[in-house]
C-alpha cells in the first residue's frame, strides 16, 4: 500500500524560498498508475490547489501561484518536492501531498505547517 | 480559476438529513463527472467521500451520497451522526489538468 508524508521547515523567512518534502513508501512515485498534487490550507481558511504533476513529470499549476512554485519527483529517492520563491505571510499553511487517481485526490498526508516569518 | 461557492455553514438533528450545495461553472463543476467531496476534521487531513459526482470510496457510509445539477453539485447527509459534523469540501475538474475547491461548509449537528 503506498503511503506518503510530508516534511518541511517549519519556518520560513518572508522573500525565501519555500521548500516541502513529500516521501513515498510502497510504491514509485513516479508511477503511471497515479499522480500527485500539493494542495494547501492557510489558518482557519479553505483548500487550494497548487499543482499537480504526473508521469514523467509533467506539471500543472494554479495560475496564481504558477509564477513562483515549481513541483518536481527525485525518482532516485521516492521523494515529491514542492518550491515556493519570494514567500510572505499569506503563504503560512499547511501543506499536503495528495495522491491521485483518474481526476481524484484519493489520499492525502498529514501535512505540515509551514509559517512564513521574520 | 475561481473557488466554488458552498454555504459557510449547515445544521441538522441528529437523525436527519442534510445537503449541502457547490456552485461552479460550466468550465468546472459543469464540465465532467470529476467532482468530488472531502471531509475533514479539526487538524487532520481532508478524507475523499465522494468522487465522480456519486461514487463513494470503500469504507464511506451509504448514508453519503452526491448528485449534481447543471453547475451546482450536491453532497447529501442523511441520517446525521454526532461523527459527521466536520468541514466538508467540493472540488472539481477545471481543465488542463487543474483544480479547483470550494469555500468549504461546516457542518453542525444539533
Known amino acids: 500500500q503506498v503511503q506518503h508524508h510530508e516534511s518541511g521547515p517549519g519556518l520560513v523567512k518572508p522573500s525565501e524560498t519555500l521548500s516541502v518534502t513529500c516521501s513515498v513508501s510502497?510504491?514509485?512515485?513516479?508511477?503511471?498508475?497515479?499522480?500527485w498534487a500539493w494542495i494547501r490550507q492557510s489558518p482557519g481558511e479553505g483548500l487550494e490547489w497548487i499543482g499537480t504533476i504526473r508521469y514523467r513529470g509533467a506539471t500543472a499549476y494554479n495560475p496564481s501561484l504558477e509564477r513562483r512554485v515549481t513541483i518536481v519527483a527525485d525518482t532516485s529517492k521516492n521523494q515529491l518536492f514542492l518550491r515556493l520563491t519570494s514567500v510572505t505571510a499569506a503563504d503560512t499553511a499547511v501543506y499536503y501531498c495528495?495522491?491521485?487517481?483518474?481526476?481524484?485526490?484519493?489520499?492525502w498526508g498529514q501535512g505540515t505547517l509551514v509559517t512564513v516569518s521574520s | 480559476q475561481s473557488v466554488l461557492t458552498q454555504p459557510p455553514s449547515a445544521s441538522g438533528s441528529r437523525g436527519q438529513s442534510l445537503t449541502i450545495s457547490c456552485t461552479g461553472t460550466s468550465t468546472d463543476v459543469g464540465r465532467s463527472i470529476y467532482v468530488s467531496w472531502f471531509q475533514q476534521y479539526p487538524g487532520k487531513a481532508p478524507r475523499l467521500m465522494i468522487y465522480e459526482v456519486n461514487k463513494r470510496p470503500s469504507g464511506v457510509p451509504d448514508r453519503f451520497s452526491g448528485s449534481r445539477s447543471g453547475n451546482t453539485a450536491s453532497l447529501s447527509i442523511s441520517g446525521l451522526q454526532a461523527e459527521d459534523e466536520a468541514d466538508y469540501y467540493c472540488n472539481a475538474y477545471a481543465g488542463g489538468d487543474s483544480f479547483v475547491f470550494g469555500t468549504g461548509t461546516k457542518v453542525t449537528v444539533l
Open positions: 510502497g510504491g514509485a512515485v513516479n508511477s503511471s498508475s497515479y499522480w
Open positions: 495528495a495522491r491521485g487517481l483518474w481526476y481524484r485526490f484519493d489520499s
